[in-house]
């Protein structure tokens, strides 16, 4: 197994150690809870971005997340979440990313929540194209696109969730919302960081609601 392959697996591996930890590390009064999501992908400005998720070409994906409460508050919640995702952008590169987060939820009352995100966490590219790499005896040779390329990523996202039925809040939701990415490094020379911004649109899914004994 070369050096490159090594370097791929302790990647990965540091990153579900930080869910494995962040999991069994809670105490408190938990909500579980999973959502699943399609999403539409695009290469472009942070934020003001936005909107060419809606015109520009399709570049769709999956999101999986799991969340669990840490505080015991049911206006305010204060979750700790792992998130998996993949895409595939047909002119870059197929992306797969798993990253921890800290989110805020809000309920307004009557099904209606919104929450906010951030996490950081690790990445997988697969480059579309084979690209040129200068190997140790200086000559150019291509680097096969099958070969992922290990990197950071830094996840901000916001959402929206409507819960299916009002007796049961905590029961299904649908969700959606946005997210930026920023992925890193992805070229040192000319895109140290590349923004890509996600529209997500998907279904909450309770696990269940624990109470510790005191």
Excluded at 103 to 109: D, M, N, P, Q, R
């Amino acid at each position: 197994m070369n050096g490159y392959v090594c370097n791929v697996l302790n990647t990965m591996k540091k990153i579900f150690c930080l869910l494995i930890l962040g999991h069994f590390a809670l105490f408190t009064q938990a909500q579980h809870t999973w959502y699943y999501a399609f999403t539409n992908n695009v290469t472009s400005l942070p934020f003001t971005g936005y909107p060419q998720i809606f015109y520009a070409n399709l570049h769709p994906g999956l999101d999986a997340a799991y969340s669990k409460q840490l505080n015991q508050n049911v206006k305010h919640r204060l979750m700790l979440r792992g998130i998996a995702t993949i895409y595939y952008h047909r002119f870059v590169q197929t992306l797969i990313t798993a990253a921890p987060q800290v989110a805020y939820e809000h309920s307004f009352g009557k099904g209606h929540f919104a929450d906010i995100g951030l996490g950081v966490g690790g990445c997988l590219s697969f480059e579309q194209e084979g690209t040129l790499k200068l190997n140790s005896e200086g000559v150019y040779e291509r680097r096969t696109p099958f070969v992922p390329r290990p990197q950071y990523v830094i996840q901000l996202q916001a959402g929206y969730s409507y819960a299916l039925s009002r007796e049961r809040p905590d029961g299904a939701r649908v969700k959606a919302g946005f997210r930026t990415t920023m992925q890193g490094t992805f070229a040192k020379s000319y895109v140290p960081l590349l923004p890509v911004n996600t529209f997500y649109v998907g279904v909450q899914l309770p696990l269940s609601t624990k109470t510790n004994a005191r």
